[in-house]
């Protein structure tokens, strides 16, 4: 799974592969590192990675979310191009659920047709089809296999036009 963050005016991307073992590979920028995470009964985690343990809570509030990690918060902002927009300049296609993106079928200046399918996410083990609303280009596509998207967030922008 892909995330992508604004911290202190940075974009950071980080990237979480869940392991054989269970544990998870966390990749921000050049650093990699391997965790173990347990839920905790408060919806938090702990986390044990290089030798220490860590509690951590999160929570989002529109555009941001909240990360509490041993007593400190980290404020965390969605970057521009992930934020929810309106129609207004365009037609835009987003996410209906929170889920991941597992296949990415139309390129930006394809020309498609309505109903052809473009993306397909998955949320809670179903499979959702993003597809053309009419025929069309794809002008914009602002996801990727493996990203994990929120419910609103754009994911293509679409150009109705005549085939």
């Known amino acids: ?15 979480v592969e869940p392991q054989a073992d269970g544990r998870l590979q966390v990749t921000l920028g050049e650093r990699v590192v391997e965790v173990a ?3 905790l009964g408060d919806g938090g985690l702990r986390l044990a990675l290089d030798g220490q343990s860590h509690i951590a809570h999160a929570a989002a509030y529109g555009d941001q979310r909240y990360v ?11 970057p521009a191009t992930t934020r929810r927009r309106s129609a207004s300049t365009g037609d835009s296609l987003t ?3 929170p889920g991941q993106v597992t296949a990415v079928l139309a390129q930006a200046g394809d020309v498609v047709t309505r109903g052809q399918t473009l993306l397909i996410l998955e949320a809670m083990k179903m499979e959702t089809r993003v597809a053309a609303p009419a025929d069309g280009r ?6 990727a296999a493996g990203d994990v998207v929120e419910r609103g ?3 293509a922008d679409f150009e109705a036009q005549p085939i």
């Open 138 to 143: 794809l002008v914009k596509l602002l996801v």
């Open 37 to 39: 995470a347990n839920m």
């Open 95 to 97: 996410a209906q659920m």
């Open 68 to 78: 509490h990690v041993d007593g400190a918060v980290y404020t965390l902002n969605l």
């Open 153 to 155: 967030q754009r994911l």
């Open 1 to 15: 799974m892909r995330y992508t963050y604004q911290y202190l005016g940075q974009t950071y991307i980080v990237t």
